[in-house]
């Protein structure tokens, strides 16, 4: 396969691959302009002459999209396929439908639809640009039909590049465009579809050689045929019929053939994106002659995706025979002996909730081996749902949150009724809080759709009273058998059966920022009373243990953006489960955890003479900000902590966050001066960094006031050449600059510069 990249000076190389080296690429669908020459060929991508064409922006949109979905690659019918090698074209053809299916995303340019067709929203329609959308010239050629149904992932894109949305989200008015089943446009295997059926589909396509009428529909057949350009339509669907008849009699799959009741099965119709995974699982599991399975781990919303409407059929004699109220080790006996008939190779099983399996460490006693279960013949397919990161009976892929804002607006949009929220700022604001969980994102839509709150009250019930919220929410229709606090209450259960430690940890992040969380910033709660905690302090081996079983649990993720600059790994929490740690596992407030992460942040301060200081000040900001709401609501008992507000003050203030250092100084102040007294050099040290804090801030009489008490202070208690008094000394120099007493501040210099040489001597 010949896929383009583009170089950093915008050049377009071929790379060329084998099948089975085929990197992720992206694909662009689109209609050929009227005068052919003004597409960019092979020849003229070879050349490099092919930016004078008009066909080279569709080229460069592609490329455009591509990289902004970090892919590599690219690939465009017009220049990556030489059709001057009659060989090579006939072998394209062949495997077109193939390129479109394992493509990571297919670009649908419309050069006839704009963003902005229409003055306003004609009244039978959604967008203002449907009119022209539905007569686009794309949805009347015939190449575009398998375009449309191989890829997992089809956005349409305006002539101005803007995303109109994607095959899933638009998928009603398509089917209404079309014609085609809905479950076609949801990715269901094309053989489901009568071939009268899938011929109609291209009834009214045209082409512009007539024979490709027939060739363009070789990938939705699943034939191969050497291309006869000037045999004329006739001759070529007559060998299509051959091709497709010949495959009908080898197939004898339709004796096993099981009637599908669509009553037990989870709702679908609302399910959106996904694509990627969708994408790999097809790829992972037709095709094959073997048996092949997938494990679905992480977040769990896409295995009612997979069943799909299915024409009901008769079922088999073993299968009917089958008593439900006999010994349940028989049922799965004479179900497993079915499937392992030689000739039985179409079939598919989903085990679905797959969470608690038997491992090493696992001692719950409800924990199952699921090997019991899979039939033991080498053919069919598998699917498998869990949380735990530990199943590994087939190709693994992590489910993890939606990466795409526009992909939980269609959820939120869908699930609460809510038509048009693309553009509006707190439906926006919202799916960003819900950070990309889709059960999280139809427990909002459900309860949206049954009263008249906006997002932005929505948004903050969600953050002020979230348990409470979360109960009286109705159930979702595509999650009737779980909510987020009784999910997790469960995965939390199983997690705390095997490691101790792992549960306290969870718990305790509650009391930081979900973000950003390593083992060094937890290396001072060894002194916790907590035996637990004590032991995730011990070394690092434990803290891993500990934070591997979450993570296994898909409630942890490691955050490798700044992986490189520092040598600890970094954990995350997701949003909504951080959400349950504070409400529910946390419901009642633990003042004892609330200290010690404070004591945790403020003891794990860098100062500025340390290596990339300012960078784990960064990462300690967020969680400094998460605990200083504990102390405005008085929700931790502050004696003592005059240290850590010190500490603190240094971090707002070295990060410019000068109000708030302002506000942890004079805390810290307070609490010093009660402990340990107004002239005690820590005491000093607070004023001291007051009066620095009010410099900056431009109060130069209230730093002038803090200097001198602090210089008084150091005199008396250090000595007039001590290295602290000196420094104040120096403050003091550049604020008396600063307010043009310049005489005043040469004095200070002066008395400084000798006292700094003075101790120096003395170290030298």
Known sequence: MRLLERKPNGDLVFREFTDKDVPAYAILSHTWLANNNEEVSFQDVEADTGKSKAGWGKIQFCADKAVADGLRYFWVDTCCIDKKNSTELSKAINSMFRWYQKAARCYVYLIDVSAYDGKETPQQYVFRWEATFRKSRWFMRGWTLQELLAPTSVDFFSLEGERLGSKLSLEIIIHDITGIPRPALRGKPLDGFGRDERMSWASHRQTKEEEDQVYSLLGIFDVSMPLIYGEGKEKAYKRLQEGTEKIYKEDDSDQFAVGFDLLAVPEAAQFVARENELAEMRRLL????????????GFRDIAQRVLEDQKDKPSTSMLASVDLNENLDQIVTTVKTWFNLQRNTRWL??????????????????AFNIRGFLPRADHGSIIITTRSAKVSQGHRIHVQKLPNIHEGLEILSNTSKRENIENNCNAIALVKELDGLPLALSAAGAYLEHVTTSFSDYLRLYKASWLKLQMTSPQ???????????TWQITFDRIEQQNAASAKLLKLWAYFNKQDVWFELLRYTNSADDKWIQHLAEDELNFDEAVALLCSFGLVNIDRSLQQQFASKRYSVHSCVHSWTV???????????????????????????????????QRLLQHATRQDLFIVDGKVDIKGLDWVFHNLGNLYFHQGKLAEAKKMYIRALQGKEEAFGPDHTSTLDTVNNLGILYSDQGKLAEAEKMYIRALQGYEEALGPDHTSTLDTVNNLGILYKNQGKLAEAEKMYIRALQGYEHALEHLL
């Open 349 to 366: 099983i989903i085990y679905d909730n797959y969470d608690n399996p038997r491992t090493p460490g696992n001692l719950d006693h409800s």
């Open 476 to 486: 979702s229709s595509s999650y009737e058998d779980r909510s987020l606090y009784t």
């Open 286 to 297: 037709h095709g094959h002659k073997s048996r092949s399975a997938v494990v679905l781990h």
């Open 583 to 617: 409400f529910v596992l946390n419901k009642k407030w633990d003042e004892g955890l609330a200290r010690l992460a404070l004591t945790c942040v403020a003891s794990s301060v860098p100062s500025t003479n340390e290596k990339d200081w300012w960078l784990f000040q």
